[in-house]
């Protein structure tokens, strides 16, 4: 089962531009967390966000929840061509499982 | 290095043939996961284990079979009643605060 959906499916923007994602979720989570997969390869975990934190930063990435709209959003800011990538938002599933939405790809240009 | 690796990196399989893709972990995690992506998908999950000797079925198991007899092993079969196996197929491994550790895909193939 789904629980997040990114929007856009995709995105395409020029180097040096912040590129915005969005994630909305139906059932109360006490995290959220967002991961990179690069064309044929494994996730990897960027950043995880507490219910009780409204933002987050990591480097050039930056992360907003809020938990009334059940809706987080990431934003990577100067992006490069290796920000090229899916990006997927994942919440909790229950007993140690996670639940990830079906992705926003993301593509920068030269 | 640690990290969690799986093998082959692709993998064909023939009609009515069973496959088993391979995931190891040295980053002592007690929880392993199998996840099936298709083309411009999220990830499904097919099995997980939270410890050795146990694991349970995810939201698509049918046409699968898992063991975890060691907690660095947590080998995936697909089976001949999988009509639909080619896929891109993911093993991950639980770190802490449910983040999730991934290996580097196995793509299966149907001849």
């Known amino acids: 089962s789904q629980q997040g959906e990114e929007d856009p499916q995709a995105l395409s923007i020029q180097e040096g531009e912040n590129a915005t994602m969005n994630c909305s979720y139906k059932?109360?989570?006490?995290?959220l967390q967002w991961y990179r997969q690069n064309s044929g390869r494994g996730l990897v975990h960027l950043i995880l966000?507490?219910?009780?934190?409204r933002e987050k930063h990591s480097g050039r990435l930056r992360v907003t929840l809020d938990t009334s709209k059940k809706s987080s959003s990431l934003l990577i800011t100067a992006s490069r061509a290796a920000d090229t990538a899916s990006y997927f938002c994942?919440?909790?599933?229950?007993?140690?499982?996670?639940?990830f939405g079906t992705g926003t790809q993301l593509k920068v240009e030269l | 290095d640690g990290g969690i690796t799986q093998s082959p990196k692709y993998l064909f399989r023939k009609e009515g043939q069973n496959v088993t893709l391979s995931c190891e972990q040295n980053?002592?995690?007690?929880?392993m996961y199998w996840y099936r992506q298709d083309p411009g998908q999220g990830l499904r999950l097919i099995y997980y284990?939270?410890?050795?000797?146990?694991?349970q079925k995810g939201d698509i198991a049918e046409g699968y079979s898992v063991s975890r007899e060691k907690k660095e092993s947590f080998p995936l079969t697909v089976t001949s009643a999988q009509k639909n196996p080619t896929a891109f197929y993911l093993c991950?491994?639980?770190?802490?605060?449910?983040?999730?550790?991934f290996g580097p895909g196995t793509r299966l193939l149907v001849l």
């Open positions: 994942a919440t909790p599933g229950g007993g140690n499982k996670l639940t």
């Open positions: 980053l002592n995690h007690d929880a």
């Open positions: 284990s939270q410890i050795v000797n146990d694991f």
């Open positions: 991950a491994s639980g770190g802490p605060q449910e983040t999730q550790y």
């Open positions: 966000i507490r219910s009780n934190e």
């Open positions: 059932t109360s989570i006490n995290n």
